[in-house]
């Protein structure tokens, strides 16, 4: 029994890396400002004390959006925003002018998040928008922490089905933030448990497949 559910956990992840793989999760043509399509922002606001207007509370605007392929996020009462190709100062600016109608004394602090798999043994793994300046432990924590068997020594970044960073816990420790350990958009964090697993090899299976999925479509083309 053991054994099947460690097989199908195994077919599951080789799924999710082979998603992403394939499906890149941001465009590939180099975009100009703080955010990028298919990554996320970060929107916190808060009001002068004393301001004779709508409560902020109310108008529910502080959250973290995703940043649709079209570069715009979906915010409330003011419909849909172009967020790529501004910097976090414009863009907090251009949201303090549109919201000034429902509201007066608001203040906003934009922030870009990269999107973040968290994979292996987690109680949560799945995709996840983290500020870069975030930490290790604060990634695995939004995978609702490392299960029991996890091996803390053998966490690894891979990108496109190959290992860019391992061994990560002395660096973790260090509160070394992900922008510093290298993690971009679209990377896969796996943190490894104590039974004896070959991620190396799943890896490498899963670029294969990869590959051989490409070659076959290049074939079809022709």
């Not at 998040?113 to 990634?139: D, N, T």
């Not at 053998?154 to 990560?168: H, N, P, T, V």
């Not at 090899?201 to 490409?214: A, E, P, Q, R």
């Amino acid at each position: 029994m053991i054994k099947d559910r460690s097989l199908r956990f195994s077919i599951a992840l080789l799924l999710i890396l082979l998603t992403l793989q394939i499906n890149p999760i941001h465009a590939q043509v180099p975009e100009s400002g703080d955010f990028r399509s298919g990554d996320g922002v970060r929107i916190i606001v808060w009001q002068e004390p004393g301001a004779e207007s709508a409560n902020i509370n109310k108008l529910d605007i502080s959250d973290d959006y995703i940043i649709e392929s079209t570069g715009q996020v979906l915010l409330p009462l003011i419909g849909e925003v172009h967020v790529t190709g501004r910097s976090k100062a414009e863009l907090a600016q251009y949201l303090r002018e549109r919201y000034s109608v429902y509201a007066s004394g608001l203040h906003f602090i934009t922030k870009p998040l990269i999107r973040v798999a968290v994979l292996g043994a987690v109680h949560k793994p799945g995709l996840y928008l983290v500020e870069p300046q975030s930490s290790l432990w604060e990634l695995v924590g939004e995978a609702e922490g490392p299960q029991s068997d996890a091996d803390l020594e053998k966490i690894f970044i891979s990108r496109s089905g190959e290992i860019i960073g391992e061994d990560l816990l002395e660096k973790a420790e260090n509160a070394y933030t992900l922008e510093e350990l290298g993690v971009q958009s679209g990377d896969q964090v796996t943190v490894m448990n104590h039974k004896t697993f070959n991620w190396r090899t799943l890896l490498s299976f899963g670029s294969f497949l990869v590959s051989i999925i490409n070659l076959t479509i290049q074939v079809r083309r022709q």
